[in-house]
């Protein structure tokens, strides 16, 4: 094959492999990649990981200089003795060591929210995309609506002339699809409107992104389990009790912190006086003034607070009250956790059973009747008005069959967001 050849080839394979429909799990990895949201949340993490460092700092020394000379008068300036020093708190009661524990803590907390956000952003992500499926489906069904009522018209306009069908009927059939004009421009507004709002948890346009995109809406179905299996798998996935836990935690670092700042912490002082000496002399009266000879003197000391606020012990009662409630938001997540799995999982089965009714029975039924209803209205044995009873009945039929879709969708990614697994659809 020549290289004009080829490139033929590749300029013709483009369009349809661009083409290639949009399926959830690369909207949502792309959510994941863009959400603006998201990267903000995440910031807390990167805040978190530096207080580790900033709680790994010790006190830092304190240096002082003082200066000091006798005012005599005498026959020459006395030197100036300097006096420098260095002090240092020394912390005590392993205070260094639960800073560095609580602040280890508060980094699992902050990934833990962040995880609980991104459950959050799931949810959003699942109900536009499935939004926007359902609205483009009902379109599409206005759409061929649409195109079966002008071609009513147009045979009607046909039949008119060769005197088969009155003026009436022709003008009615006009009215009912000039009509339902105003209800097709409504649902290409829904739809439009659907899929503008896949565009906020992406943090950017949709079709800047995805030009041209056609959405991949052929849901697969979730396979339930037995509550048995899917309750402890959400108490050990699940966002809001994982936040739960290590809230409890965190808390419990920051009571054993409080214990810990509780205990006295020393100061330690290094100094040196250095004098320098000076000769004999006469002051100014005329008297003899000894001379000094040149000293250094190094002193050491310990200052030791007295701890007498320490006798008040409400921080303590604070910090472990705060840690009690902790564990009472924590049982309280895992009741909830474990209602919302087997409400979640009632309403897809619920969902699933409605769908299979328009499905296998009502979405069938309906369109039977509609094909047969245009047969015998071309046939001249049924009249405009009930095919078009019949039409109406059928559409209706398979909007509810697309909502009853939707529905079951929207219920498979509750559930499993419920137990805590990253949904598709």
Not at 127 to 147: G, I, N, S, Y
Not at 396 to 422: H, K, M, N, P, W
């Amino acid at each position: 094959m020549t290289r004009f050849n080829v490139l033929l080839a590749a300029w013709l394979i483009a369009p349809f492999a661009s083409a290639a429909p949009l399926t959830f799990e690369a909207y949502l990895s792309a959510v994941e990649s863009h959400s603006l949201e998201l990267q903000a949340q995440q910031e807390g993490i990167v805040s978190a990981k530096a207080g580790i460092g900033i709680a790994g700092l010790r006190p830092d020394p304190e240096f002082t200089v003082g200066a000091t000379r006798e005012t005599v008068r005498s026959t020459e300036h006395r030197p100036v003795t300097w006096n420098p020093a260095i002090s240092m708190a020394i912390e005590t009661g392993g205070k260094r060591a639960a800073r560095i524990k609580a602040a280890h803590s508060n980094v699992a907390l902050a990934e833990e929210t962040v995880a609980g956000f991104k459950s959050e952003l799931y949810g959003t992500a699942a109900a536009a995309f499935t939004e926007a499926c359902r609205t483009r489906d009902v379109l599409a069904r206005k759409e061929q609506t649409m195109a079966a009522l002008s071609t009513v018209v147009e045979a009607n306009a046909v039949r008119r002339k060769a005197g088969d069908v009155g003026g009436i009927e022709l003008l009615q059939s006009r009215v009912e699809r000039d009509q339902f004009q105003a209800e097709l421009a409504q649902a290409r507004s829904e739809a439009d409107s659907a899929m503008l709002n896949l565009s906020p948890p992406l943090g950017r346009q949709f079709d800047a992104l995805f030009p041209d995109a056609q959405l991949a809406c052929d849901f697969a179905a979730y396979e339930d389990k037995d509550a048995r299996v899917l309750v402890p798998q959400a108490l050990g996935a699940r966002s809001d009790v994982r936040i739960a836990r290590a809230t409890v935690d965190n808390l419990r670092d920051g009571a054993a912190l409080v214990r810990a700042n509780r205990a006295v912490d020393p100061t330690v002082t290094v100094g040196l006086a250095a004098a320098r000496g000076y000769h004999d002399g006469i002051d100014g009266s005329g008297n003899p003034v000894d001379g000094s000879p040149r000293s250094r003197a190094l002193s050491i000391s310990l200052a030791i607070p007295i701890p007498l606020s320490r006798r008040d012990t409400g921080d303590i009662v604070q910090a472990e009250s705060s840690v009690t409630q902790a564990m009472l938001a924590l049982r309280q997540a895992e009741l909830a956790a474990e209602t919302q799995v087997r409400t979640a999982q009632r309403q897809l089965r619920a969902a699933r059973d409605r769908l299979a009714r328009y499905r296998d029975g009502v979405l069938v039924d309906a369109q039977k009747v509609v094909d047969g209803m245009r047969l015998s209205y071309v046939k001249g044995n049924a009249s405009l008005l009930e095919w078009l009873a019949a039409q109406r009945s059928a559409d209706e039929a398979y909007q509810g069959y697309v909502q009853a879709r939707a529905d079951a969708a929207i219920a498979s990614t509750q559930l499993q967001l419920a137990i805590g697994q990253r949904p598709s659809l």
